[in-house]
């Protein structure tokens, strides 16, 4: 009994200290996005000689379009305004821009860079919690879903409605919740909005959650998908596991 309880110790302490010396690690790389945006991106953009990994600059809206390099099918938008993350309040402020449809609305960039047909229907959006990402620049993931992952959002997409709720099949061994959303509503009403209503009402934090956007198969409606940090299932709330870089879907 002895031998196991100390098995079991080292275990957990060998796993804590893997947790501390992974974090460290996350901290000291934590603005290498924002320094690409401000020490290229801008750069070059205002040179009129704009390179990938910029893709794109939009002023008047404030954001760049950036090809991730854990790709090749992997786009990233990021504001041009300092925002760290999901818990940011000024993603709850009336005149912040809605990040997830203007990431939506380049999706045909995405595609065009693709070099193979996508459907659209394959596509997700996607943004890490505070304690699943690994940069201190929002950012928010334009990549395919995994053939399973598609699979089975499509399997249970019937009885998921216009309040959040549990889904009844896990993703990736994780627990998520969802929402049908209007994509009129989308329009006007920004997904941050929708996650942090919740989490406000479950006396919680935005923070401990990732976020994931993606088309319904009724052309009017987008399903949001979110999953909390939970440590003993090993879940930091990084819904981008989810997405597939290489898209695979569209091999099919």
Not at 95 to 120: C, D, V
Not at 166 to 186: C, D, E, G, W
Not at 214 to 238: C, V
């Amino acid at each position: 009994m002895k031998k196991t309880i100390k098995l079991l110790l080292k275990i957990f302490f060998a796993l804590l200290l893997s947790i501390l010396i992974y974090f460290a690690y996350l901290k000291i790389n934590s603005d290498k996005l924002w320094q690409t945006i401000n020490q290229q991106c801008i750069p070059e953009f205002k040179n009129g000689s704009l390179q990938s990994p910029c893709i794109k600059v939009d002023q008047q809206h404030r954001y760049v379009i950036y090809k991730d390099i854990k790709g090749p099918l992997h786009d990233l938008l990021l504001p041009l305004d300092k925002i760290s993350g999901i818990e940011s309040p000024i993603l709850q402020q009336k005149n912040t821009e809605n990040y997830f449809m203007l990431a939506w609305k380049n999706r045909q960039l995405f595609i065009k860079t693709a070099n193979k047909p996508i459907n659209e229907q394959f596509l997700s959006l996607v943004i890490n919690s505070k304690y699943g990402r690994s940069q201190e620049q929002l950012h928010i993931h334009l990549a395919c879903l995994k053939a399973e992952m598609y699979q089975i959002i499509k399997e249970n997409e019937h009885t998921i409605t216009t309040s959040w709720q549990l889904l009844k099949q896990k993703i990736n061994s994780h627990r998520y919740i969802a929402i049908k959303i209007p994509a009129t509503n989308v329009n006007k009403i920004s997904p941050f909005h929708y996650l942090e209503k919740y989490a406000a009402e479950q006396g919680d934090n935005i923070a401990y959650y990732g976020l994931a956007m993606i088309p319904s198969t009724q052309k009017s409606e987008f399903i949001l998908l979110a999953s909390r940090l939970k440590l003993l299932d090993f879940n930091l709330g990084s819904t981008g596991a989810i997405q597939d870089y290489q898209c695979k879907l569209s091999d099919n």
